[in-house]
């Protein structure tokens, strides 16, 4: 569990419920972006991604400028930023979900496991298995519980026998902190259930298909805190098996889940660090800015 220096907390708390933050004058010469160049930590390790001068624009929109990432095996990090600042842009980048967007072009280099993403011979339903996506809005299909998560391992042909699936089926709601609640009623259908629910059902319906990677795009932001509270400690029980990545408006959630969080500005990484250090001593100006509620 990370901390953040109290009063950043208070401002952060403040921003997350929408309060107005009193704004400082600007100091443009402190928020200066050197394209390309990001500060802090970007690098670790043992990379499970490694994201090297990443464009992407829309037509001739550039959403993401240069930016060069790496994300840890088994590391929970947090993209945040102000609207509009390309986070789910460059998030869906990572299994190439932006592929069905015309417009959309990608540059730069992006390995998975040191193998390119996007190699023309790189079959895309196998990458999303191995990265899987949990949605802002839950999206069960209108089948019962079962079949939702049993879908992925049927089309992956996961399981041979139909026990060895009843067995994906319930380790999967087991890992999603579902199981208790959906034993009995597996047969109902999922659109059904409360709103937390069809969420913890959608991250067992990723869990199914035994991905490496989940990506979740604000995956709590059309949750009650309860539901939230309940997706943030799953996150963290599923951190020891899995890499995740997480897009995130709150704040006291990027600093409640991820070991590092990495800020975007205007399409630019402005920086990335353990999570701590960015909610209590951040190294750049507009890092600071944003976490006070200068903007948002
Ligand atoms: N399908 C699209 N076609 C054209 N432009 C797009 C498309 N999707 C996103 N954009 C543009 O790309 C930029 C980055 O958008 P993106 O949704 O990635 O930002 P974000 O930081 O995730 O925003 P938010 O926090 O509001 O979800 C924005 O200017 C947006 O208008």
Redesign the pocket.
Same mark, same amino acid.
């Given at each position: 569990m990370n901390t953040m220096n109290p009063s950043i907390a208070a401002k952060a708390n403040m921003q997350d419920q929408g309060a107005e933050i009193p704004v400082p004058a600007d100091r443009p010469e402190d928020t200066i972006i050197e394209e390309g160049r990001t500060v802090g930590k970007p690098f670790v390790d043992d990379p499970k991604f490694k994201l090297r001068n990443v464009s992407?624009s829309?037509?001739s #929109?550039r959403?993401?400028k240069d930016i060069s990432l790496d994300i840890g095996r088994n590391e929970v990090i947090s @993209?945040i &930023?102000?609207?509009? !600042? &390309?986070?789910?842009? @460059?998030?869906?980048c990572l299994n190439r979900m932006?592929d069905s967007?015309d417009? !959309?072009r990608v540059e730069g280099q992006l390995l998975l496991d040191d193998e390119d993403v996007y190699h023309s011979k790189r079959d895309v339903v196998e990458l999303r298995a191995r990265v899987g996506m949990v949605f802002?809005k839950p999206n069960p299909f209108p089948k019962s519980i079962y079949d939702n998560v049993a879908y992925g391992p049927r089309i992956h042909g996961l399981a041979n026998r139909k026990s060895d699936l009843d067995e994906i089926v319930e380790n999967s709601l087991r890992k999603a902190g579902l199981w208790e609640e959906a034993k009995d009623r597996l047969d109902s259908v999922a659109t059904g259930m409360s709103g937390g629910q069809q969420q913890r059902l959608c991250i067992a319906r990723a869990i199914a298909v035994s991905p490496e990677v989940i990506l979740m #795009?604000?995956p709590c932001s059309a949750l009650d805190p309860i539901a939230t509270a309940k997706v943030e400690e799953l996150i963290s029980e599923m951190s020891e098996s899995y890499t995740i990545v997480i897009?995130t408006?709150s704040m006291q959630q990027a600093a409640r889940v991820s070991r590092r969080t990495a800020y @975007?500005h205007l &399409?630019h990484l402005v920086e990335v660090n353990e999570t701590d250090k960015v909610f209590t001593s951040p190294e750049h100006q507009l890092t600071e800015s944003y976490i006070t509620g200068r903007f948002g």
């Open positions: 992407v829309y037509g #929109d959403a993401i @993209f &930023g102000p609207s509009g !600042c &390309g986070k789910s842009t @460059f998030l869906r932006n967007i417009i !959309c802002q #795009d604000e897009v408006h @975007f &399409g």
